[in-house]
C-alpha cells in the first residue's frame, strides 16, 4: 500500500510540475502593451504581381484584389493556398519553379491611447513581429518602405533567400497615423513553395519594439542548444576514451543533431547564417536524422548493437538527406512529405520494440526467475524498474515526450496556447538519457575502483608471497649450483681415469676387435666428459665460484687449435669450411685462453653440428678500444653457417639453460643445450656480447666481440694469416666405413631408382656388403612396373625423388594410390635426395615415403635404414642363419697407407681418389664406379649443351643428375659447381646459368678424359 501511495505521489507532482510549466510558459497577455496591435484581426487581400501604387491605395477596392483572408483566421497565409496559380510545379519535380511578385496588404487602426503611447513622457518606439515571412520580401507602411529583403539576379531570379521566422522590423513612429492605416507585403518566391508569404499562423502584430525584440530573443532555446551540443561532444570525448561503450557515441550523435534542429528553427541563426536556404537543408537532415540516432542510442544501450530495422531506417534517411542537398529547395519540401510518412512506423518500431516489448522481457524475466510472486510484488517490481534501470528512465521520457507531442498537437488544433512544449521535452529527454550513461559510467568506475582496491590488496599480499618464494628459491638455487659443482667434480675425477687408461691401452698393440671397443669408450668417455664440463660451468657461474684468470697467448696457436678440433667434427658431411683471420690481429693477447677456446668451440661446434650441408665461415677481426686503460683490442668474432637456422620466435629461448630448440627436427643431433648458455656467461663475464640473425631454413649468423688487452705490438701478419686460411685443405678426416659393422641380409632384396648410371652403381657399391639381392632401374615408370607386376617382391625401395619424366614423388603417389595392391600399398620406399635440409622427412612422409637418405649417400643412415626396415623385421632364426652363412670377407683396401699411395699413383686433378675409395672402403667397387661414371656422365653433358630460359626446369633435372654422380665419385669440385648451376636454374637465374654452363662442361670433359686414360692404363 505504501508503494501504490508512494507512485501515486510521484505521478502527482510530475503532473503538478508540467500544469505548472504550461503556464509559466505561455505568452504573456500582449494586451497589456497600449500599443499592441493585433494583424491576426484584420483581413489580409491577396493577388498576383505588385504595383507600387498598391502601398498607397486606401480605402481598398475589393475588384483589385484576388482574394480576402477575413479576420480570426487560424491558418497561416501562404501564397499557394491563397491565390489561384496557373501551373502547380508536379511533385518531385528536379527542376526549380520560376519566382514570382505577390502583394499581401492589411489594412488596420490606430486608436488615440497607441499614439499617447508613442507620444509620451517616456517614448515608446512601435515594430512589427512577423511569426514567418519568405522567401523574398519588401515591407511598406503607408506607402513607406521600411524593410528590405530581396535579393534578384538580372533575370529576376532570386540569389539569396530570406525565409524568417520571428523576423521583428523596427517602425519609425512618424509613419503612424491615428485612424486608419496601410500595411503592404511585396513578396517574391515560387508560386508553390510552402515558404512564399506568410507561413506561419500566429503572431502576427505591431506593438513596443523592445517587447518584439523580447519574443525573438529565445534565450532558453540557445542555452538549450548549447547544452545539447556540448553534451554530445562530452560524450564523444568518452567514448574515444572507451570505445567499448558505443552507446556514447550514438548518443552524442542524438544531442548534436537535436541541439542542431532546434538552433536552425531559432530566429537567432539569422545573426549568423543569413540565407535561409542553407539553414533549412540542415533543418531538414537533422529532422531526418532524429529518430535514426535516437533507435541507435537506445539499441546500443540496450543490445549492444543496432538491429537490421533501424539500420535500414538510416540508410533511407541518409539517400533523403543527399537528395535534398542535391536538387531545390521545393524539392526538399516534398522529400519532407515523404519522411513524415515514413518517420511515424520507424518511430513506434522504436517506442514498441526497443522500449516497451524490451522493458516487459525484462520484467517477465524477473518474475520467471522469482517463481510465483503477487500483484503487490509485480507493481513494486515494475515501480523499481522504471525508475532504477536505465531502459525503466528512458519508458518514462518516452512517455513524457509522446505526451508533449500530444499537447503540441491539441494546442495547434484548440487551445492556440503558442508553447511549443516538444522543445521542453526534447530537452529533459537528452539531458535525462544524459543522467543514465552518467550513472552508467559511475557504476563502471565504482565496479573499477572497488576491483582495483581488490588487485592492489591480491598484488600485495602475491608481492609477500613473492618476496618468500624467491628468498626459499635463491637458496635452493645455491645448494643446487653448490651440489651440481660437487657432484660434477666427483664425476670428472673416473671419468679422467677412464679416458686416460683408455688412451693408454690404445697405444699398445691390440686385436681389431679390442681396439676398436677400447676406442669406443674413450670416445664415449670424452663426449661425457664435455657435457659433464658444461654442468660444472654452470653450477660455478651460478654460485658465484666461476673465475675468469687471463694468461698471455699466442692468438695464431688459439685460433688453429680450435678450428683443428672442430674440423674433425665435419667428418663425412658435405661441408666446405672457409676461415677468413685479419693479418693485422694482434700475436699476443692477455686473457683466459682456456674460456676463449671455449668459447670458439662452443660457436664453431654448433655451426658443424646443425648443418648438413653446405659451408660453415669463421672470421676474425679486430678492432682497437679507444676511452680504455691501457691497450686493449675488441676481437670480433663471425661464425656463419648454412644450416638449418632458427625460428624468429626462438630466438629469445637460444641462450637458455638446457634448452634444445626445434627437438622434433634436431632428434638425432647430440647435445644437451648449455653450449649457448655457457657461451654467453663466459662472454657476460669477460665484458663481451653475443649476437645471433637468422634465417628458418637458410643459415644463421653468430657475431662475437671480447674485449682482450694487447701485449705486443707485432701482428700475425700476411703468411701466418694465410697458413691459418689453408688449414681446411690439410686436415684428414675419420671414415666411419672403417668401424661399421654391417649385418649379413641375404634374405633381403632391395630395389634402387635412379635416373643416373653412377648414382646407381654408388647405391649397388654401398649395398653389396650387405648381401641384399640388388636390382637396378632408371626411372619411376620403370618402378611401378616392377612393383605392379610382383615377379619379385622387395623388402625396401630406395628412390631418387629428382628425375626427369617422372620424379620419384610422383611414382609413389601412383605406387601407393592407383595400383591397388596391398604389397603396393605398404613397401617400404626411401627418398635418396641431395636436398636434405630440416623438415624435408616430414615432406616426403606426407608424399608416401617411409624417409630419406641424403646424398652423396651417408653410410650411417644408410646402415640405420636397413637396420630398420629389412633387418629388424626378420625373426630370430632368420638372423642366427644368416649369420652362420656369412662368407669370408672380400679382399679390401682396407691399409690406410696403401690407399694413400694408390691415390698419389692415380692422381687425377679435380677427383678425391683416396676419399672415393675410404667411402667404399673396396678399392674395387671405386673403380667400377668410376667406369659407371665413365659410361653415363656423356649423356648428361649433352643434355646440358644449350641451355635456353623456357627449359630451366630441365637443365635442372640433368644438373641434379651430375651433382650426384660427381659426388659419389668424390668429384667435388665438379659436384659443388653443378650444384651452384642447379640453384640459379630453379630461380630463374638464367644469366648465371649461361655464363659458367661452358665451365661446368669444360671441367666435366677433362675429368672424363683423364678417367678414360686411367681406367685404359
Not at 143 to 160: K, M, P
Not at 476 to 499: D, G, Q, V, Y
Not at 654 to 664: I, M, P
Not at 825 to 839: C, D, E, F, Q, Y
Amino acid at each position: 500500500m505504501k508503494r501504490i501511495l508512494k507512485y501515486s505521489v510521484y505521478t502527482a507532482m510530475i503532473l503538478a510540475a508540467v500544469i505548472i510549466l504550461i503556464f509559466l510558459l505561455k505568452p504573456r497577455n500582449t494586451q497589456v502593451s497600449p500599443l499592441h496591435i493585433d494583424l491576426s484581426a484584420s483581413p489580409i487581400y491577396a493577388k498576383t504581381g505588385f504595383d507600387p501604387a498598391d502601398t498607397l491605395r486606401h480605402p481598398l477596392t475589393i475588384a483589385n484584389w484576388q482574394n480576402i483572408l477575413q479576420p480570426g483566421r487560424r491558418n497561416a497565409a501562404i501564397i499557394r493556398d491563397i491565390v489561384p496559380i496557373n501551373n502547380r510545379r508536379s511533385f518531385l519535380a528536379l527542376k526549380d519553379e520560376a519566382d514570382e511578385e505577390f502583394t499581401l496588404a492589411i489594412p488596420f487602426e490606430v486608436d488615440a491611447k497607441a499614439m499617447a503611447a508613442m507620444n509620451g513622457v517616456i517614448p515608446v518606439s512601435p515594430g512589427i513581429l512577423l511569426a514567418g515571412i519568405g522567401d523574398n520580401w519588401e515591407v511598406y507602411i503607408n506607402g513607406t518602405l521600411v524593410e528590405y529583403q530581396v535579393f534578384l539576379d538580372n533575370g529576376g531570379r532570386i540569389t539569396s533567400h530570406r525565409s524568417y521566422r520571428s523576423i521583428g522590423i523596427p517602425i519609425h513612429k512618424e509613419l503612424l497615423k491615428e485612424g486608419d492605416n496601410f500595411l503592404v507585403f511585396r513578396i517574391i518566391g515560387p508560386p508553390s513553395f510552402g515558404y512564399t508569404g506568410f507561413f506561419y499562423s500566429a503572431p502576427y502584430y505591431i506593438d513596443d519594439y523592445r517587447l518584439v525584440e523580447n519574443y525573438r530573443n529565445d534565450y532558453t532555446m540557445v542555452i538549450f542548444c548549447t547544452l545539447y551540443i556540448f553534451m554530445g561532444l562530452y560524450h564523444l570525448l568518452l567514448f574515444l576514451m572507451r570505445r567499448s561503450a558505443r552507446y556514447n557515441l550514438y548518443y552524442s550523435f542524438l544531442s548534436v543533431t537535436v541541439g542542431i534542429y532546434f538552433i536552425t528553427r531559432s530566429p537567432i541563426v539569422y545573426n549568423f547564417i543569413v540565407d535561409s536556404s542553407i539553414t533549412q537543408r540542415l533543418e531538414y537532415a537533422s529532422l531526418f536524422l532524429l529518430v535514426f540516432f535516437l533507435g541507435s542510442f537506445i539499441e546500443q544501450l540496450n543490445f549492444q548493437r543496432i538491429l537490421l530495422p533501424t539500420r535500414i531506417y538510416g540508410v533511407f534517411c541518409t539517400i533523403l538527406i543527399m537528395l535534398q542537398a542535391a536538387f531545390p529547395l521545393q524539392f526538399g519540401e516534398e522529400i519532407l512529405v515523404i519522411w513524415e510518412i515514413c518517420c511515424l512506423p520507424a518511430f513506434a518500431y522504436i517506442v514498441i520494440n526497443d522500449v516497451i516489448l524490451t522493458f516487459g522481457r525484462n520484467i517477465t524475466r524477473q518474475w520467471k526467475h522469482q517463481g510465483e510472486t503477487s500483484k503487490k510484488i509485480k507493481l513494486h517490481d515494475i515501480g523499481n524498474a522504471l525508475l532504477q534501470t536505465p531502459l525503466g528512465n528512458i519508458v518514462l521520457a518516452i512517455f513524457l515526450l509522446v505526451c508533449s507531442f500530444v499537447f503540441d498537437l491539441l494546442d495547434t488544433l484548440v487551445l492556440h496556447t503558442g508553447i511549443l512544449l516538444s522543445r521542453y521535452s526534447f530537452f529533459l529527454f537528452t539531458m535525462s538519457s544524459a543522467f543514465i550513461l552518467a550513472r552508467n559510467l559511475s557504476n563502471s568506475y565504482s565496479q573499477v575502483s572497488q576491483q582495483k582496491d581488490e588487485l592492489e590488496a591480491l598484488v600485495d599480499e602475491r608481492t609477500q608471497e613473492l618476496a618468500r618464494q624467491v628468498k626459499i628459491a635463491e637458496s635452493a638455487s645455491r645448494a643446487k649450483s653448490e651440489f651440481m659443482a660437487t657432484m660434477s667434480h666427483e664425476i670428472r675425477t673416473p671419468l679422467n681415469a677412464i679416458i686416460g687408461f683408455s688412451d693408454i691401452e690404445l697405444g699398445k698393440p691390440l686385436p681389431e676387435t679390442t681396439y676398436g671397443n677400447i676406442e669406443k669408450i674413450r670416445s664415449s668417455g670424452a663426449t661425457l666428459l664435455g657435457i659433464i664440463n658444461d654442468i660444472l660451468d654452470i653450477s660455478k657461474i651460478e654460485a658465484g665460484s666461476f673465475e675468469i684468470i687471463p694468461v698471455a697467448y699466442d692468438t695464431a696457436a688459439l685460433i688453429s687449435e680450435a678450428v683443428r678440433l672442430n674440423m674433425v667434427r665435419i667428418g663425412e658431411k658435405p661441408i666446405i669450411f672457409e676461415l677468413s683471420v685479419s693479418e693485422t690481429i694482434p700475436e699476443k693477447l692477455f686473457g683466459d685462453e682456456l674460456r676463449i677456446k671455449q668459447v670458439f668451440n662452443n660457436i664453431l661446434s654448433n655451426a658443424i653440428k646443425y648443418t648438413k650441408a653446405g659451408k660453415v665461415r669463421l672470421e676474425i677481426n679486430h678492432d682497437p678500444l679507444s676511452g680504455v686503460p691501457g691497450s686493449q683490442a675488441l676481437i670480433t668474432i663471425k661464425v656463419s653457417d648454412t644450416g638449418m637456422g632458427i625460428r624468429q620466435e626462438d630466438i629469445e629461448k637460444l641462450f637458455s639453460e638446457y634448452s634444445q630448440l626445434d627437438t622434433k627436427a634436431n632428434r638425432k643431433i647430440e647435445g644437451t643445450g648449455l653450449g649457448l648458455s655457457i657461451t654467453k656467461k663466459l662472454l657476460t663475464l669477460m665484458g663481451g656480447t653475443i649476437s645471433v640473425e637468422s634465417e628458418y631454413g637458410k643459415g644463421s649468423i653468430f657475431t662475437i666481440t671480447v674485449p682482450q688487452k694487447i701485449i705486443s705490438d707485432s701482428v700475425i701478419g700476411k703468411e701466418k694469416a694465410e697458413m691459418l686460411t689453408a688449414l681446411h685443405l690439410t686436415e684428414d678426416h675419420n671414415n666411419p666405413a672403417q668401424d661399421l659393422k654391417r649385418a649379413w641380409m641375404p634374405y633381403g632384396r632391395v630395389l634402387v631408382v635412379d635416373d643416373v648410371l653412377t648414382n646407381l652403381e654408388v647405391a649397388r657399391g654401398l649395398l653389396e656388403p650387405y648381401g641384399l639381392a640388388i636390382d637396378c632401374v632408371s626411372s619411376g615408370r620403370e618402378a611401378i612396373n616392377v612393383i605392379k607386376a610382383e615377379t619379385l617382391r622387395y623388402d625396401l625401395v630406395l628412390m631418387d625423388h629428382m628425375m626427369p619424366e617422372m620424379d620419384g614423388i610422383e611414382a609413389v603417389q601412383i605406387i601407393r594410390n592407383e595400383i591397388g595392391t596391398s604389397y603396393a600399398k605398404n613397401i617400404p620406399i626411401i627418398a635418396l635426395t641431395a636436398n636434405a635440409l630440416t623438415g624435408n622427412d616430414e615432406i616426403f612422409m606426407s608424399k608416401g615415403f617411409n624417409g630419406f637418405v641424403s646424398k652423396p649417400i651417408d653410410i650411417m643412415e644408410l646402415d640405420a635404414v636397413l637396420n630398420k626396415w629389412i633387418k629388424d623385421r626378420q625373426s630370430t632364426e632368420t638372423l642366427e642363419k644368416a649369420e652362420k652363412e656369412r662368407p669370408g670377407e672380400a679382399a679390401k683396401v682396407t691399409d690406410i697407407h696403401q690407399i694413400e699411395v694408390q691415390a698419389e699413383k692415380s692422381n687425377i686433378p679435380g677427383l678425391d681418389m683416396e676419399g672415393g675409395i675410404k667411402r667404399y672402403n673396396n678399392e674395387k667397387i671405386y673403380l667400377r664406379i668410376l667406369e659407371a661414371f665413365l659410361k653415363s656422365a656423356p649423356l648428361l653433358l649433352e643434355k646440358l649443351r644449350n641451355p635456353s630460359e623456357e627449359n630451366l626446369k630441365a637443365y635442372a633435372i640433368s644438373v641434379h643428375g651430375l651433382k650426384g654422380a660427381a659426388r659419389g665419385i668424390s668429384a667435388n669440385d665438379i659436384g659443388n659447381m653443378a650444384e651452384e648451376l642447379e640453384f640459379a636454374a630453379k630461380a630463374g637465374d638464367f644469366k648465371t646459368v649461361s655464363e659458367k654452363n661452358s665451365l661446368l662442361l669444360e671441367a666435366a670433359e677433362t675429368l672424363l678424359e683423364d678417367l678414360k686414360h686411367y681406367l685404359v692404363r
